[in-house]
T-cell receptor, first 113, second 114 residues
């Protein structure tokens, strides 16, 4: 039962354009959402997060949008740069207090120079 | 430098030969967890620990054991590895109620069981 879904396994975007990565979830108990970025041979690193009480959070070139009614969040990267090429994981945490993160399957983003 | 250290980075072993993957963090985090990453399945939680001597099963605990005798260490034990445990393993840690940053991950251990 995949509670966090990333339906696009891969995405290619031209350098300088906007990259949009999508994530859907099914568990209404999730109250905090995060995006992680992963390069080959490295562990995932935190990118940006959003609480369920917000609908948008911005950090430089990265913006995360949350649509609670649709149980959907998206990560926007603008402008996209070659160094953004990586696998991006969406993750969600339920308000049970056990800190568990449930991850999606990942989207491989390739930025074309 | 704040980090989570896993060892070894790469390991090839044979079916049934007990092995331990070590994980250590230097950030005084209460929470530690093990995940495995498999193609098409993302990261799935194996075990987690909310503090010393407090451990619990995640989503895919079968075939694994853990212990948390000290706050900084959280080893993953495979008593009798099988080929379906061939995977990329990540250890992670965080403060409890760490709303902002979630986990800090180690660099991963690629395990092959033949």
């Amino acid at each position: 039962d995949q509670q966090v879904k990333q339906n696009s396994p891969s995405l290619s975007v031209q350098e300088g354009r906007i990259s949009i990565l999508n994530c859907d979830y099914t568990n209404s108990m999730f109250d905090y959402f995060l995006w992680y970025k992963k390069y080959p041979a490295e562990g995932p690193t935190f990118l940006i997060s959003i609480s369920s009480i917000k609908d948008k959070n911005e950090d430089g070139r990265f913006t995360v949008f949350l649509n609670k009614s649709a149980k959907h969040l998206s990560l926007h990267i603008v402008p996209s740069q070659p160094g953004d090429s990586a696998v991006y994981f969406c993750a969600a945490r339920a308000n049970f207090g056990n800190e568990k993160l449930t991850f999606g399957t990942g989207t491989r983003l390739t930025i074309i120079p | 430098e704040a980090q989570v250290t896993q060892n070894p980075r790469y390991l090839i072993t044979v079916t049934g030969k007990k092995l331990t993957v070590t994980c250590s963090q230097n950030m005084n985090h209460e929470y530690m967890s093990w995940y495995r990453q498999d193609p098409g399945l993302g990261l799935r939680q194996i075990y987690y620990s909310m503090n010393v001597e407090v451990t619990d099963k995640g989503d895919v605990p079968e075939g694994y054991k853990v212990s948390r005798k000290e706050k900084r260490n959280f080893p993953l034990i495979l008593e009798s590895p099988s080929p379906n445990q061939t995977s990329l393993y990540f250890c992670a840690s965080s403060f409890m109620s760490s709303n902002t940053y979630g986990y800090t991950f180690g660099s991963g251990t690629r395990l092959t069981v033949v």
